[in-house]
């Protein structure tokens, strides 16, 4: 297990909590099973305090993406994000390893996408029904001839964005078996949430908060 799926607490005030999630971590239990997730292991440190205490999700990471993630502390707060998480996000950052190498040192990927089934994304074409558009930039760090590390910006935050655009694009992250991946050199999906900036949704001032890197991404360092 990564890490033994430790939890690092990297932010508290009154009305939000910010955690930096293991891979390997769900965010929240599968349906009629009892498995460690994120939600649980936030709302126990919460009750040291409160025993009346309870977290509450806001947004996503698949359970295999390491990173970055924001609960709410009460339902004030939960209302808020909840209702206003596209307009309070300024900045998502992501760090991937990629397969091969990308030739490029910046651009920006865009396309539509669409859900095909309860845990995988395809590229479809413009204005095809149901399918939302997401755009991701990125900027090449470093490369071999087999792995590129690439930090990437969401423009739109749609389900399985970044995986399925490498892998459209030849690249798919490394340890990404569901879009065609052929390594795993850390026996993980090689996608992190490394920075998260945004509005703080009862206060209004700017919040940035921002990971250690991952294992891999000091690989080609």
């Known amino acids: 297990m990564h890490n033994l799926l430790k939890v690092t607490f990297i ?13 390997g971590l769900p965010v929240i239990a599968p349906e ?10 936030v709302t126990k440190h919460l009750q040291i305090k409160n025993p009346k205490g309870r977290a509450a999700v806001v947004h996503r990471l698949d359970r295999d993406t390491s990173g970055i993630m924001i609960f709410a502390k009460n339902a004030k707060s939960k209302a808020l994000l909840m209702k206003n998480w596209n307009h309070l996000i300024i900045k998502r950052c992501y760090i991937a390893l990629a397969e ?6 910046t651009g920006t990927i865009e396309s539509w996408i669409l859900e095909t089934s309860a845990n995988r994304v395809k590229e479809v074409a413009p204005h095809t ?3 939302l ?21 969401l423009e739109t935050g749609r389900r399985h964005q970044i995986r399925v655009q490498l892998a459209d694009l030849g690249h798919p992250i490394a340890g990404d078996t569901l879009y065609g991946a052929h390594t795993d050199p850390f026996h993980r999906l090689c996608l992190h949430a490394s920075l998260l900036e945004l509005k703080h949704p ?20």
């Open 32 to 41: 009629n099973r009892k498995t460690r997730n994120a939600l649980d292991i």
């Open 100 to 105: 091969g190498t990308v030739p490029e040192t």
């Open 129 to 131: 029904k149901g399918a």
């Open 11 to 23: 932010y508290e005030d009154k009305d939000i909590i910010a955690i930096e999630k293991p891979a």
């Open 133 to 153: 558009r997401a755009i991701t930039h990125y900027k090449l760090i470093q490369s071999t001839q087999k792995l590129s590390l690439l930090e990437l910006e």
């Open 202 to 221: 009862t206060i209004g001032t700017d919040l940035v908060l921002e990971s250690s890197p991952p294992e891999f991404a000091l690989s080609l360092q």
